[in-house]
């Protein structure tokens, strides 16, 4: 489905009269995370050799509240599934410098975020607290910071009360996104060919767990109907 984009679609939450504007297009795209098969990542050039993905940048926390739980986490975290596990010693958090009120993120080391195993770490690639939740039979939803697991879908406040659900965009990225080299939501004639829009089912299935903690699940079941049915 790429870039093109149907007008959104409103649903209200039945239990508390939330009202949820929703990009439906996107949600029943065949979007795939591509981590780790070819994702070139959100540099200025394209590096799929690195299997960064998105985590060439620190994760910006939601609050002070997450914070302190990514800090106990990656104080409690297994060595043998944590590469960086000595450097996080020194703190696994950034906080604006001078106790600014810029928002706290996770720290940078060697060139991506320090809860990234790099390719052929022996507890495995990729990031520690999901490997960690999941070997504890628990949700990543739980362990990662908001962005990190909401990623392709980005929640904004709109006007009236009703709130948006929709793709991350270039702009979301920042003062980035303008030069990243491929952003894998939006399309055509990005990524040397690469295309995220692959997948073997909707995103709406795909991406249900995440769907559902972000709007609930009446809205989420409301959601994935009309996406099986089609014809928005």
Do not use: Y
């Amino acid at each position: 489905m790429g870039d093109e984009r149907s007008s959104p679609v409103e649903f209200v939450d039945p239990v508390d009269g939330a009202r949820w504007r929703v990009d439906l297009d996107f949600l029943a795209s065949r979007w795939r995370c591509r981590w780790g098969d070819g994702c070139l990542g959100i540099l200025d050039r394209p590096a799929p050799e690195l299997e960064q993905g998105c985590c060439s940048v620190g994760a910006e926390l939601l609050d002070e509240d997450e914070a302190r739980m990514v800090e106990a986490l990656g104080l409690a975290l297994d060595p043998a599934r944590f590469q960086f596990h000595a450097e996080a010693a020194d703190g696994v958090i950034r906080r604006a410098a001078g106790g600014g009120d810029g928002p706290a993120t996770t720290r940078v080391v060697d060139g991506a975020c320090i809860f990234l195993n790099r390719p052929g770490f022996a507890g495995g690639a990729g990031c520690a607290l999901h490997l960690a939740a999941v070997d504890e039979g628990e949700s990543p939803i739980d362990w990662k910071p908001s962005v990190c697991w909401q990623l392709p879908l980005k929640v904004v406040d709109g006007d009236g009360g009703v709130r948006e659900l929709r793709r991350w965009r270039r702009e979301d990225w920042g003062s980035g996104g303008a030069t990243m080299a491929w952003c894998c939501t939006e399309e055509p004639g990005e990524g040397a060919g690469v295309t995220a829009f692959d997948g073997v089912a909707p995103a709406a299935e795909t991406l249900a767990d995440e769907l559902r903690a972000l709007v609930g699940p009446e809205v989420a079941v409301a959601i994935r109907t009309r996406v099986a049915e089609g014809g928005f």
